[in-house]
């Protein structure tokens, strides 16, 4: 059974979902976040979503606000059968739940009702989940709070980071959805409501976040590197408030030091922590270029100043 669908989606994670969809039924149009500026330059820069839709030929519109009457106004002029979210970013308003004939549903990277919000991703590394997955949600008013249609489960392997796990569930997201859509557009799954009780939420995550708390563990710490790699970024605070950009850590155990504390370790950088050592195995200086923490001793002759511990 074919439908036509409106699409909802702005970054990489939603780029397999419209791919798929446009493969298997009509799109009608997308709606995607506005062009922000990003990189040094700060260049206006689209959405993922906005130059795939560019190459597929879909009308796309790019709201600051849903909340806009044209925005409704086009959304009615697509007349939709079901809107599909995958990232929009963006809440969606009671009239606009209630538009398609067959509502609207959302792919979304967690097994709810774990993870419910903006970071699911980067929640489930930071706080050593060994699964994700992707749920296939009938939205409503609430955050991720909808009836289940499906979901898929996915390991969290010892070395992912928020990119590479990403990676995954974005194309497990948009094999489940093809997958669910025949059942679901012919009425023959039945949504199951989420248990309130087990609802865990992962908020959207700041630059400041990223700052680590070397009284930590070092264990903790080398997850927070992983779940916000790329986004916020992990950094650390040392010799004279340079900021010093954690890509790649591991993790050795020694003796109490005073979190902080600066040493070579295997020829690499490490901190001490609150329990064992954080070595440091790729970071990234001020203005600099990414860079194995051997080549950055080799340009860093200051390693042995404490780092600022909070």
């Known amino acids: 059974m074919s439908a036509r669908i409106v699409f909802m989606g702005s970054p990489i994670f939603s780029l397999p979902t419209l791919r798929l969809l446009a493969q298997h039924h009509p799109v009608v149009g997308i709606v995607t976040q506005?062009?922000?500026?990003?990189?040094?330059?700060?260049?206006?820069t689209p959405p993922a979503i906005k130059l795939l839709a560019a190459e597929l030929d879909i009308e796309t519109i790019q709201p600051a606000r849903l909340k806009e009457p044209s925005v409704f106004e086009k959304l009615q002029s697509w007349q939709p059968d079901l809107i599909v979210v995958a990232a929009f970013g963006q809440i969606l308003r009671q009239n606009?739940?209630?538009?398609?004939?067959?509502?609207?549903?959302?792919?979304?990277?967690?097994?709810?009702?774990?993870?419910?919000?903006a970071a699911p991703i980067q929640?489930?590394?930071?706080?050593?989940?060994a699964h994700s997955g992707v749920t296939i949600m009938k939205m409503e008013r609430g955050v991720d709070s909808g009836a289940i249609l499906s979901?898929?489960?996915?390991?969290i392997l010892p070395h992912d980071t928020a990119a590479t796990l990403s990676q995954r569930l974005a194309q497990i997201g948009a094999e489940l959805l093809i997958e669910t859509l025949p059942d679901y557009l012919a009425d023959k799954i039945t949504p199951q409501p989420q248990d309130d009780s087990l609802a865990t939420y992962a908020p959207m995550l700041k630059k400041e976040d990223g700052k680590l708390d070397l009284t930590q563990p070092a264990a903790e710490l080398e997850r927070r590197v992983r779940a916000f790699n790329p986004h916020p970024g992990a950094f650390v605070i040392w010799q004279e408030g340079a900021t010093l950009k954690l890509h790649c850590c591991r993790v050795e155990s020694g003796a109490a030091a005073t979190p902080g504390l600066t040493a070579i370790l295997d020829d690499q950088p490490a901190l001490a922590t609150g329990?064992?050592?954080?070595?440091?195995?790729?970071?990234?200086?001020?203005g600099k270029k990414v860079m194995s923490g051997i080549d950055f001793l080799r340009g860093e002759r200051k390693w042995g100043a404490p780092a600022i511990c909070k």
């Open 34 to 44: 506005p062009d922000r500026p990003a990189g040094r330059g700060r260049k206006l």
């Open 96 to 117: 606009v739940l209630d538009l398609p004939t067959h509502g609207c549903l959302n792919v979304h990277a967690s097994l709810l009702p774990r993870w419910r919000g």
């Open 123 to 129: 929640a489930a590394i930071l706080h050593g989940d």
């Open 151 to 155: 979901q898929r489960r996915e390991p």
């Open 275 to 286: 329990n064992g050592w954080l070595v440091l195995q790729k970071v990234q200086s001020a």
